[in-house]
Nanobody, 122 residues
Framework: QVQLVESGGGLVQAGGSVRLSCAAS????????MAWFRQAPGKEREFVAT????????YYADSVKGRFTISRDNAVNTVYLQMNSLKPEDTAVYFC???????????????WGQGTQVTVSS
């Protein structure tokens, strides 16, 4: 298990941009597939994006494709989510996750951050 801490969330206007960061503890960060999920009030946790161990492969939910970019820097044990052209529908708590396999499902990820709130206002 790896400890994850998200940061960078806040209140932004529609059309704006935010970059989230997820810092991981330990020396084995590069062995984990990383992902971002989000959860809006009253809704299930939703897949957003994932990235392979070396950053060579990424995959996005259709709802964010073309607007969000996931990246990672294994030298500093950090994964990022750049969010552009934000919409009110993007309002949610965003969670960073780490796991042993590349997946869009929740259950393969065994380490989770506490989440960071992103609110997109009108």
């Amino acid at each position: 298990q790896v400890q994850l801490v998200e940061s960078g969330g806040g209140l932004v206007q529609a059309g704006g941009s935010v970059r989230l960061s997820c810092a991981a503890s330990g020396r084995t960060f590069s062995t984990y597939v990383m992902a971002w999920f989000r959860q809006a009030p009253g809704k299930e946790r939703e897949f957003v994006a994932t990235i392979s161990r070396n950053g060579g492969s990424t995959y996005y939910a259709d709802s964010v494709k073309g607007r969000f970019t996931i990246s990672r820097d294994n030298a500093v044990n950090t994964v990022y989510l750049q969010m552009n052209s934000l919409k009110p529908e993007d309002t949610a708590v965003y969670f960073c996750a780490a796991g042993p396999a590349y997946s869009v499902l929740v259950h393969p990820y065994d380490s989770w951050g506490q989440g960071t709130q992103v609110t997109v206002s009108s």
